[in-house]
C-alpha cells in the first residue's frame, strides 16, 4: 500500500510537479524550435513542437486537477474526477492533430528535396539537453503519480519518456544527415510524428474507456473477487462490477450469505466486504455491497410478484381465524421464487396438543391452496 495523502496534500503534490514540468517545456520548446530554425533541422523543430504539446498538456493537467480536485456536491455527487479524463481526451486528440501536421510538412520536403533542411552540428547538443531533462522529468512526474495514484499524471510522465525518446530519434537523424544522408533528419521527423500520435491515440482510447464506465483491468479484478469471496460469512460472490473515475475506483458486488441469518448480520456481512476492499486497494473509494439469500443472477426477470408480509398474514389470519391469536411471530424466507413461512407458537402451547394440530393442518392445507407457499412449518418459541 503506498503512503496515504490527504486531498489538500495530494492536489499540492500534482501541481507543483506539473508546474515543474511546464517550466521545463517552455524552455524546450523555445531552444528546440528556435536552434532548429538557425541550425536547419525539421526533426528538432518537430521535437519543439512536441515539447510545446507538453506543455499544452501540462496546462491541461493543471486545469483537470483544479476541477478534478473539488469535492462532491449535490449535481455531483461522485465528484469531479472525470473532469481530468476529459481533458486526457482533449489532450490526446491534440497530440494526434499536431502529429499529422508535423507528418504533413515533412512529406511535402521528401516530395521535394530541394525544401530539405539541413542541420548543423549545434543541434546536438540541444537534443541532448531535451534527453536530459526529459528522462529526468519521466522519473519525476511518475514518481509523484504513483504516490497520488493519478493515471493523468503517470500519462504526462510517459509523455516527458516520449519526448525524450523523440529526442534520441532527433539526435540519430542529425548525426546521419553530418555523415551524408540527407534524408534521415526528414526521417526522423516522420518517426517522431508517428509517437506523438500514438501517445495521442492511447490517451483518447483509455480515456474513453474510462467516460463508459469500462471495467478495471481483468487482474485487479480477480484480486477483488478473490478478497470478496474469502471474506468470512460469504458464501459466492455473483456479480461485480467495477468502474473508474480519475484516480478513483467504484466497485459494486452482489454478494450471496446464508438466508436464514437476521438482516442485521448479513449488513455486518456486507459492512466487512466493503472495508476489506478498501483497506486493500488504495484505489477503491467506494463500494456498495448488495446482499442476497441466493444466487438469481440467471434467473428469468419478470414472473408473478411474491406476496408481500402483510398479505402472508393476511391469508394465515383468515386461515386460522381464533387460532392466530396463538401465534407468537411469523418468519418469512423468500427463496426460489416462493415463500417459506416459519410459524412460532407460544411454548405455553407444548400442552395445547388439539389446538398444535389444528394449526398444523389448516398451515398444511395453505401449503396446497397458495402455490407461493412452498412450506409452512410450525414451531415452538424458545
Not at 533541422?41 to 493537467?61: M, N, R
Not at 474507456?209 to 473477487?225: A, F, M
Not at 460472490?237 to 448479513?266: K, N
Not at 414472473?303 to 401465534?327: A, H, P
Request: with cysteine; net charge negative; glycine share 6%.
Amino acid at each position: 500500500m503506498v503512503e496515504q495523502y490527504d486531498a489538500d496534500q495530494t492536489t499540492r503534490l500534482k501541481t507543483r510537479v506539473t508546474y515543474v514540468a511546464a517550466a521545463i517545456n517552455i524552455f524546450l520548446t523555445l531552444i528546440k524550435i528556435g536552434v532548429g530554425f538557425l541550425g536547419q533541422s525539421a526533426a528538432l523543430i518537430a521535437d519543439g513542437i512536441h515539447s510545446l504539446a507538453d506543455l499544452l498538456s501540462d496546462l491541461f493537467v493543471i486545469i483537470a486537477i483544479k476541477m478534478g480536485s473539488r469535492e462532491a456536491d449535490y449535481d455531483h455527487p461522485y465528484g469531479h474526477r472525470r473532469f481530468e479524463t476529459i481533458a486526457t481526451v482533449l489532450l490526446g486528440m491534440g497530440l494526434i492533430v499536431i502529429a499529422v501536421g508535423i507528418a504533413w510538412d515533412v512529406s511535402e520536403r521528401l516530395m521535394h528535396p530541394e525544401k530539405l533542411l539541413i542541420p548543423n552540428r549545434d543541434t546536438l547538443g540541444i537534443a541532448m539537453i531535451s534527453i536530459l531533462a526529459n528522462e529526468w522529468l519521466y522519473h519525476y512526474t511518475k514518481r509523484i503519480g504513483k504516490l497520488t495514484r493519478s493515471k493523468l499524471l503517470i500519462a504526462n510522465a510517459w509523455h516527458h519518456r516520449s519526448d525524450a525518446i523523440s529526442s534520441v530519434v532527433v539526435l540519430f537523424g542529425i548525426i546521419a544527415v553530418l555523415a551524408g544522408f540527407p534524408f534521415a533528419d526528414a526521417v526522423a521527423a516522420v518517426i517522431v510524428a508517428l509517437m506523438v500520435a500514438k501517445i495521442g491515440l492511447n490517451l483518447v482510447i483509455e480515456s474513453i474507456n474510462e467516460l463508459v464506465d469500462s471495467s478495471l483491468p481483468e487482474g485487479q479484478v480477480k484480486e477483488i473477487r478473490r478478497v470478496v469471496k474469502t471474506t468470512r460469512g460469504v458464501k459466492e460472490i455473483h456479480l461485480l462490477r467495477t468502474r473508474q473515475m480519475g484516480e478513483d475506483a467504484y466497485v459494486d458486488a452482489h454478494i450471496v450469505v446464508d438466508p436464514r441469518i437476521t438482516v442485521s448480520e448479513g449488513h455486518m456481512i456486507g459492512d466487512v466486504v466493503r472495508d476489506r476492499l478498501k483497506s486493500e486497494f488504495d484505489e477503491i473509494v467506494d463500494v456498495l455491497v448488495h446482499v442476497d439469500p441466493e444466487d438469481d443472477e440467471f434467473k428469468e426477470p419478470g414472473g408473478e410478484m411474491l406476496l408481500t408480509r402483510k398479505d402472508v398474514i393476511k391469508v394465515i389470519r383468515s386461515e386460522l381465524g381464533e387460532l392466530f391469536d396463538y401465534v407468537d411471530d411469523i418468519k418469512l424466507h423468500y427463496l426460489d421464487k416462493h415463500v417459506e413461512i416459519e410459524i412460532l407458537l407460544s411454548h405455553l402451547m407444548v400442552e395445547q396438543t388439539e389446538k398444535v394440530q389444528k394449526i398444523k393442518q389448516l398451515c398444511s392445507n395453505l401449503e396446497q391452496q397458495i402455490e407461493q407457499f412452498s412450506t409452512i412449518a410450525v414451531y415452538y418459541k424458545a
